[in-house]
């Protein structure tokens, strides 16, 4: 079974940085492909960004430009760089790890962006 963790969650005041990352229980490399989602208060669960394992990258379009996903096969961790947060980027992340059709998903990491 795959266990995702996410860390690195926390407050930062708008303008500000964090980075989230998602520790996999087992190879990444088999993974089809990895991400990451966001849920806010409220609202559907939404797709922030995408790296598959022949490395293609696809963001939302809100967050092109200011955040920046990678992985570390070695570490069998995904990391999502978070810069210029604003308030509305304030959600939980969820990692999510896709292999033959299944979904994996972490518990989630929030996010807070004051303004």
């Known amino acids: 079974q795959v266990q995702l963790v996410e860390s690195g969650g926390g407050l930062v005041q708008a303008g500000g940085s964090l980075r989230v990352s998602c520790a996999a229980s087992?190879?990444?490399?088999?993974?089809?492909?990895m991400g990451w989602y966001r849920q806010a208060p409220g609202k559907e669960r939404e797709l922030v960004a995408t790296?598959?394992?022949?490395?293609?990258?696809n963001y939302q379009n809100s967050v092109k430009g200011r955040f920046t996903i990678s992985r570390d096969n070695a570490k069998n961790t995904v990391y999502l760089q978070m810069n210029s947060l604003k308030p509305e980027d304030t959600a939980v992340y969820f990692c999510?790890?896709?292999?033959?059709?299944?979904?994996?998903w972490g518990k989630g990491t929030l996010v807070t962006v004051s303004s």
């Open positions: 087992g190879s990444i490399v088999s993974f089809n492909a």
């Open positions: 999510n790890a896709v292999t033959y059709g299944v979904n994996f």
């Open positions: 790296i598959t394992s022949g490395g293609m990258i």
